[in-house]
Nanobody
Framework: QVQLVESGGGLVQAGGSLRLSCAAS????????MGWFRQAPGKEREFVAA????????NYADSVTGRFTISRDNAKNTVYLQMISLKPEDTAVYYC???????????????????WGQGTQVTVSS
């Protein structure tokens, strides 16, 4: 199992940038695919981005493609989400998630991830 702690959220004006970090515990981080999800008030949790355990594959929601970049540093047990050109529609609580896997693949369904962080708030003002 792993424990996940997100950081880096905050208040930013439309068009601005933020970088979220997710620090994971344990010594088997390289065996986990990692994902970012977000949830706005009154809405279901939705997929944002994911990266495979080996870093060979990434996937992005259509709404963030070209603006968000997911990356990982296995030596630091950390996954990042670089967000640029932020829009008010990006306002949500952002969650980091981990999925144990023995293959270098990605999944986008929330139910595919067994471990979740507490979330970090991102607010984009217009």
């Amino acid at each position: 199992q792993v424990q996940l702690v997100e950081s880096g959220g905050g208040l930013v004006q439309a068009g601005g940038s933020l970088r979220l970090s997710c620090a994971a515990s344990g010594r088997t981080f390289s065996n986990y695919a990692m994902g970012w999800f977000r949830q706005a008030p009154g809405k279901e949790r939705e997929f944002v981005a994911a990266i495979s355990s080996g870093g060979g594959y990434t996937n992005y929601a259509d709404s963030v493609t070209g603006r968000f970049t997911i990356s990982r540093d296995n030596a630091k047990n950390t996954v990042y989400l670089q967000m640029i050109s932020l829009k008010p529609e990006d306002t949500a609580v952002y969650y980091c998630a981990a999925r144990f896997t023995i293959s270098d693949t990605v999944v986008v369904a929330p139910r595919g991830y067994g471990y979740w962080g507490q979330g970090t708030q991102v607010t984009v003002s217009s």
